[in-house]
């Protein structure tokens, strides 16, 4: 009788221990605040978007989700600060994207701090850093990237453009000086045998601080491209479109960014015909993509653009995940978590995500889609939007794991 007691006592026990587990705590370390802003805005919208989906569906262990807000003020030094203010808060699961420079950062804070820590681990969320090492040399356990990089990009502009007939034979790279240019600019030169151009000029210059590209546009006359490819972003792209225009040069743009919030609105007209590689485009979605705009819309204000897909269907893959790991010590335990991601899949209209054990790369459908004034989507409060030119499918642009990524994964 005795013994019937107390593993009944135990039983109890362990239910009250797992009912009483510490609520799972997000942090979001992103740039809040300030003229650069409004990235981080959109990060946080996708983020809540699907948090609330997840908590109105029983949250974790019956505990609604915590997201707690660290504005990182736009540096990777500000962003180690707010790391470890997170981790002083007891925040198990950061998230971050809008610079490749400050995931870089976190994701080493992120690797060191596990190490010191062990039992304590934290998970970091990439939703946006897009630079080749975070899935190569700097590859961890505990870091998960669910967007592309410039190799996916790459792949699928030239892989589309070549197929329809709008990317020529002569290809020019122009792209800011820093990891992520410098992918791209690495990317397009990789794929000129695969897709049959010749990379005739590439240029690298510096990050936001050019304001007349007239210079750069007679560089590119004189190597007389049919297509010019970039990964610039923000007004390195749009100044670069509308000093093609100015200086009377037709040629065609393959983009990755071209759906940054405003930019449509800020070129006018200059955009049309361009395209772009991104991970979303509802109107491809059909249907499902549809009733995913239209409740976005209902719940933001705004349809789902830019980063803000990828970071739903990254929170998307939280929660299937969380729903395959149980409480142990009254907390959620993240190498559990982790292992869960890895095996994670989901279906949509698009195709199929997954994600790759080996360098935790999300594999993910990607859109290839062209500005006209027939776009079912309207973007910027302009006549203009990005119609869906092919949807490929994970497999057709994947690339392979980089030979840098050794991931150390725990016992």
């Known amino acids: 009788m005795k013994l019937a007691l107390t593993a009944g006592a135990l039983c109890v026990a362990g239910l009250a221990a797992a009912a009483q587990a510490a609520p799972v705590k997000i942090g979001l370390i992103e740039t809040l605040s300030g003229p650069q802003a409004s990235t981080g805005q959109m990060f946080r919208a996708a983020i809540k978007y699907e948090l609330d989906r997840i908590n109105a569906a029983g949250g974790w262990n019956g505990e609604p989700l915590q997201l707690v807000e660290f504005d990182n003020q736009g540096g990777p030094v500000g962003a180690s600060d707010r790391f470890r203010a997170a981790a002083a808060d007891g925040v198990q699961i950061i998230a971050q994207g809008a610079s490749s420079a400050i995931s870089g950062q976190l994701t080493e ?80 030169e990789r794929y000129a045998d695969d897709y049959g151009y010749q990379v005739v000029g590439k240029t690298l210059h510096e990050v936001n601080k050019i304001q007349d590209f007239a210079p750069y546009v007679a560089r590119i006359r004189s190597a007389n491209p049919d297509t010019v490819i970039t990964g610039n972003w923000s007004n390195d792209l749009l100044l670069l ?55 976005y819309k209902a719940k933001t204000g705004h349809y789902p653009s830019y980063v803000e897909p990828q970071t739903v269907m990254g929170m998307r893959f939280l929660g299937q995940a969380l729903k395959q790991v149980q409480p142990r010590d009254g907390r959620l335990p993240v190498p559990e978590l982790a292992r869960a991601l890895e095996q994670v899949t989901i279906k949509t209209a698009l195709g199929e995500y997954s994600m790759r054990a080996a360098d935790h790369q999300v594999q993910l459908p990607m859109v290839v889609s062209k500005v006209t004034k027939t776009a079912q989507y309207k973007t910027d409060g302009t006549d203009m939007g990005f119609e869906p030119v092919k949807v490929l499918a994970a497999a057709d642009v994947s690339a392979p794991v980089q030979g840098t990524c050794k991931m150390a994964r725990p016992d």
């Open 109 to 188: 804070d992120v690797r060191k701090y596990n190490l010191r820590n062990p039992g304590k681990e934290i998970v970091f969320l990439n939703m946006g850093g897009e630079a080749l090492e975070l899935t190569g040399e700097k590859c961890n356990f505990y870091h998960f990237r669910f967007t592309t990089n410039a190799e996916l990009r790459v792949k699928a502009l030239t892989a589309v453009m070549a197929a329809d007939g709008t990317l020529g034979k002569r290809v020019y790279a122009i792209n800011q000086n820093y990891s992520w240019g410098q992918d791209m600019e690495s990317a397009t």
């Open 241 to 295: 479109m509308k000093a093609t225009q100015a200086g009377g040069l037709k040629v065609r743009f393959g983009t990755v960014f071209l759906d940054q919030v405003g930019n449509l609105a800020n070129a006018g007209e200059v955009a049309l015909g361009h395209y772009i590689a991104h991970p979303f485009n509802a109107q491809a979605a059909g249907e499902e993509g549809a009733r995913f705009a239209e409740d």
